[in-house]
């Protein structure tokens, strides 16, 4: 089953919006975006729970150049904003062994700036590939997995400055684990580009006794690119991280 539109209003970017929807599960449907300028596939808002996407694809062209409004799948108070923080977004959700393609960021999470913020959202098996910017952006969530994903842009040629495979910020007791990270510049391998495969950002949330995030297990290869590359690139992580491969051997490279 095939789910389209291509939209040319900011105020209603989304192919598929679940607004305070609970318990709804969604299997084997096909969901695009295709406004040139406005494009959200999927979004989650107002306290949608428990929700469940399997073996599904969402996606957002990767032929615009004016797609910094494309977000392929989100879970936000605000799908016109959707990294803004404040509301309650949604828990409890599931993405599993699906496909997630193109969009500025392909994935975002992110609500309540304050406890009990955002808990249980999870992404598992999927492959995230051929974003412009961000492969997951997951922000003030607690409890939450991001689990066996590949991260990838093998066929995107209009590329960022930046490539950011996962980025996690404000959150708490997030597992990072057996994720395989690759090609951020496949297409155009000589980009002077920072690379950071796995971002851990600022994740001290005030006064709560913190469960620890966790990065272990990743696999960090097919780097080709001639500007800096971090192979994990931490900051207050409030966490362990262990276990991840690291390869970095790009012999094209001349920086």
């Known amino acids: 089953n095939l789910l389209t539109y291509s939209n040319t209003n900011q105020l209603v970017p989304w192919t598929l919006l679940l607004n305070g929807t609970d318990f709804l599960k969604v299997n084997n449907l096909q969901v695009q975006a295709t406004g040139s300028v406005y494009a959200t596939a999927c ?46 977004s949604g828990n409890n959700n599931l993405i599993l062994n699906s496909q997630i393609y193109g969009g500025n960021y392909a994935v975002i999470a992110s609500g309540l700036s304050s406890l009990p913020y955002q808990q249980g959202n999870q992404i598992k098996g999927c492959n995230i590939s051929d974003f412009f910017f961000y492969g997951i952006y997951w922000n003030n969530q607690y409890y939450s997995n991001l689990i066996n994903n590949t991260i990838e842009r093998p066929n995107r040629t209009i590329l ?23 090609k951020p510049f496949e297409q155009n391998q000589t980009m002077t580009s920072q690379v950071f495969p796995i971002y851990v950002y600022t994740n001290l949330n005030g006064n709560i006794f913190p469960p620890q995030n966790t990065v272990r297990n990743n696999i960090i ?17 409030d966490g362990n991280i262990y276990h991840n491969t690291i390869i970095l051997d790009y012999s094209g490279a001349t920086n």
């Open 160 to 182: 960022n400055t930046s490539f950011i495979g996962i980025f996690i910020q404000g959150c708490q007791g997030t597992m990072i684990d057996g994720n395989l990270i690759q």
């Open 43 to 88: 979004g989650l808002t107002s306290g949608a729970d428990y929700n469940t996407f399997t073996s599904c694809s969402f996606s957002c062209p990767i032929t615009s150049t004016t797609n910094t409004l494309h977000y392929t799948f989100c879970i936000s108070p605000n799908i016109n904003s959707p990294t803004s923080v404040g509301g309650n």
């Open 221 to 237: 290869r097919n780097i080709k690119n001639n500007g800096t590359t971090y192979g994990i690139y931490a900051n207050s992580p």
